[in-house]
């Protein structure tokens, strides 16, 4: 497991009505701060790979469908620099992972149907000056050779 990486099991409320449950709450351990909240949508067959934050931490939860989350700490401070983690998230069974700040990150839809990641990150994107540093699907520097030939960016 990556140094700071958290994958947290939610707790699913059910009656009859349907379910409920919380994907993040200011009072769990984990909590950063609140900057937004964002769906991303990947479609079938499609990588939305390698990008990695400098100030930001993020919360995946996949809300529809099923995705594969894959991290990479390149932190030069971290004791498990170099090493990959590789999450399968689903709608089906909630969970919230945390992504610590410069842990390289990307996913990709493993439904039949489109992914949906709902992300709550600790920072309010910036458009003038992204908190956004994208590294090739195919770089050496990441040795996950799955994504090196997947279409994505």
Same mark, same amino acid.
């Given at each position: 497991? %990556?140094?700071?990486? %958290?994958?947290?099991?939610?707790?699913? !409320?059910?009656?009859?009505?349907? @379910? !409920?449950? &919380?994907?993040?709450?200011?009072?769990? *351990?984990?909590?950063?701060?609140?900057?937004? +909240?964002? %769906? +991303? $949508?990947? #479609?079938?067959?499609?990588?939305?790979?390698? /990008?990695?934050?400098?100030?930001?931490?993020?919360?995946?939860?996949?809300?529809?469908?099923? @995705?594969?989350? =894959? !991290?990479?700490?390149?932190? &030069?401070?971290?004791? +498990?620099?170099?090493?990959?983690? =590789?999450?399968? !998230?689903? @709608?089906?069974?909630?969970? +919230?992972?945390? $992504?610590?700040?410069?842990? =390289? /990150?990307?996913?990709?839809?493993?439904?039949?149907? &489109? @992914?949906? %990641?709902? #992300?709550?990150? #600790?920072?309010?994107?910036?458009?003038?000056? *992204?908190?956004?540093?994208? $590294?090739?699907? #195919?770089?050496?520097? $990441?040795?996950?050779?799955?994504?090196?030939?997947?279409?994505?960016?």
């Amino acid at each position: 497991m %990556i140094s700071d990486v %958290i994958l947290k099991d939610l707790k699913v !409320l059910k009656d009859d009505r349907g @379910a !409920l449950f &919380e994907v993040l709450r200011k009072d769990c *351990p984990e909590f950063k701060g609140f900057g937004q +909240t964002y %769906i +991303t $949508i990947c #479609n079938p067959g499609w990588v939305k790979g390698w /990008h990695y934050h400098l100030k930001q931490q993020d919360y995946f939860c996949v809300v529809k469908g099923k @995705a594969r989350v =894959v !991290l990479y700490d390149r932190r &030069e401070d971290s004791d +498990t620099k170099g090493e990959i983690g =590789v999450f399968e !998230l689903s @709608a089906d069974k909630p969970q +919230t992972l945390v $992504i610590p700040i410069g842990v =390289v /990150h990307g996913f990709e839809c493993m439904s039949k149907d &489109e @992914a949906w %990641i709902l #992300n709550v990150p #600790n920072q309010l994107y910036d458009y003038s000056q *992204p908190d956004e540093h994208r $590294i090739p699907l #195919n770089s050496k520097e $990441i040795p996950y050779e799955l994504w090196w030939d997947k279409k994505g960016h």
